[in-house]
């Protein structure tokens, strides 16, 4: 499994920008797809997660202003990021959740100014 992920940049407090992961290759034991991010000097953290049921699940912090969502045809994953705040300034990072295997995609960086 490859994953190639998007979108990242500077915006602006308040502003908005689309993250995309796209996967390739042997996915057919897919579960889910997330999104984490890394902030310098900061652990990973989990930030959103939609599963192949399309089920949901947000950090709290991100809940109301990212949404999580997928193009099953393409097999691409998205992030949605409204109403970004300097915190959500990291390297964001797309991750399959297989059956056996979790397989991360490069980081995108994305940063907000205030």
């Known amino acids: 499994v490859q994953l190639q992920a998007s979108g990242g940049g500077l915006v602006q407090a308040g502003g908005s920008l689309r993250l995309s992961c796209a996967a390739s290759?042997?996915?057919?034991?897919?579960?889910?797809m997330g999104w984490f991010r890394q902030a310098p000097g900061k652990q990973r953290e989990f930030v959103a997660r939609i599963t192949i049921s399309d089920s949901t699940t947000y950090l709290n912090s991100v809940k109301g202003r990212f949404i999580i969502s997928r193009d099953k045809a393409k097999n691409t994953v998205y992030l949605q990021m409204n109403s970004l705040k300097s915190e959500d300034t990291a390297v964001y990072y797309c991750?399959?959740?297989?059956?056996?295997?979790?397989?991360w995609g490069q980081g995108t960086q994305v940063t907000v100014s205030s």
């Open positions: 290759g042997s996915i057919a034991s897919l579960n889910a």
């Open positions: 991750q399959y959740i297989g059956d056996s295997q979790f397989v």
